[in-house]
């Protein structure tokens, strides 16, 4: 009778190991799964497309680092020696897997960031926040940088993104910069939309990304910026 009670329990116990290392390979596969989905194969692939361009670069560049928005702009409006490092769908923790791959932004002679919003489908803004502070410290102090905040949306078109928790992203953004003498704060949004958000005349369509008049004010700004810091920093050498 102990023998078979034994026996009963050695089974039971054996089916529940199975079971717990089944959930746990699964829940592990799942992690991965999420991982991937962040970092996607178009991730890099543009990787890289964009090392391969980077080994080319001579000194005196404008790196542009971002999301599709900074993928989609023509640097070379702002700037000639613009290059442009942008990468749809990226997030914060997209460019600071790849600012290591980059030799230019050692001599660089300014860098644009512009990265977060797509940060808000895979981590709290806090974390967010933290990854950028991460950024900010693996450049040298000495390197010009111009963040550029988080642009509004059009929340009729894109109902999953909230512009009330974009301005708290853009805020805590803005508070940290003030921590580097090195780094300016250019929030572009303000000239883009009202209260509801980004203006239909201001995106193609899918209330994220801008359209040519869009992207104009947008350049105008980044290349204002861009020259002020510029001189700032020559001028404090």
Partial sequence: MITRLLLICYLVGIHVLVFFLGSQSDLATRLVSVQEKELTTHYH?????HQRIDRNLDH???????????????????????VNFGIGNDTTKGVLQRLSKYDSINWANAIVLSIGLNDFKYRKIDQAIENYRTILDG??????IIISAILPVDESVQPHFNNTAIKVFNH???EITKEYSNVSYLDVGRHLS??????????IG?????????????????????NKKLISMRANK
């Avoid at 692939?45 to 497309?49: G, I, Q, R, S």
């Avoid at 450049?139 to 010009?144: E, V």
């Avoid at 209260?195 to 239909?200: F, I, V």
């Avoid at 899918?206 to 861009?226: P, S, T, V, Y």
Wanted: charged share 15%; glycine share 10%; net charge positive.
């Fill in 45 to 49: 692939t543009m990787v890289h497309f």
């Fill in 60 to 82: 005196n560049r404008i790196i542009f680092i971002g999301d599709s928005l900074i993928q989609g702009l023509a640097v070379s409006a702002i700037t000639e020696s613009g």
């Fill in 139 to 144: 450049i040298s102090s000495t390197k010009p």
């Fill in 172 to 174: 805590q953004l803005a």
């Fill in 194 to 203: 009202t209260a509801g958000g980004l203006l239909k005349k201001y995106h």
């Fill in 206 to 226: 899918d209330g994220i990304h801008l359209n040519q008049a869009g992207n104009r004010l947008w350049i105008e700004q980044l290349k204002k910026c861009l």
